[in-house]
């Protein structure tokens, strides 16, 4: 008889698994409303508590998520304060390039724009096969060579338009040739593909600019930008 039981208890046991529970309780949502009483007297473990019951272990479930819900809300707010400030930094900085008398001045213009965030300076460099900067320009200095710079890209951006970081004295050599205290850079590649060059933000710290910082700006500036150039450069 003992054996009989046993094998009854083995049975309903693999009869009753997680997911058949779960797909009886699916199938039968009224079940908690048919059995409130006995619902209230279920208890379940807690990790400080040592048990607690159903209903309280659902009220702490839905406090947490309540929580989670109410951080998420807070980082989203501030996120959306953070990007209407640089919409705003961003609407300024265009008027101001726009207004530009040349190139020079365009370039001036941003440079002032940069230091006024606290930053070393802004550069912008181009690809020498996408621009007529050859000589006689006054503007040769602005000039790289793509292929030249296509080692940096592989190594720094891989299929990425954007960089954060820092840069070692080499790489600092080629794209930012008159710059000293070079800590960190932003870089992100102007054109479509990246094919037109390069705008740079440098800074003197070196935990300035980091990998997986926000590039919003960064992006929208890098459009904006060969628009501006061409009133000044013809495209190649």
Known sequence: MNNLDDQLDAAVAIALDDDSVLQYLLQNPDF???????????????????????????????????????????????Q???NEALFGRLIELQATLAAASSLQDMLNRLQRWARGLGLAGANVRLFSESWRIGAPSDFTHLALSRSAFESLRIQRLGDTHHFLGSLNGPELLLVLPQAKAVGSVALSLMGENGELGMLIFSSRDAQHYQPGMGTVMLNQLAKMLPGLLERWIERA
Do not use: C, D, Y
Request: glycine share 6%; proline share 4%.
């Open 80 to 82: 959306a304060s953070v």
């Open 32 to 78: 908690f409303i048919r059995n409130a009483r006995s619902v209230e007297q279920m208890h379940v473990p807690h990790p400080v508590k040592g048990s607690i019951s159903l209903v309280e272990w659902q009220l702490g479930r839905q406090r947490h998520q309540i929580g989670q819900l109410e951080e998420e809300i807070t980082l989203l707010m501030e």
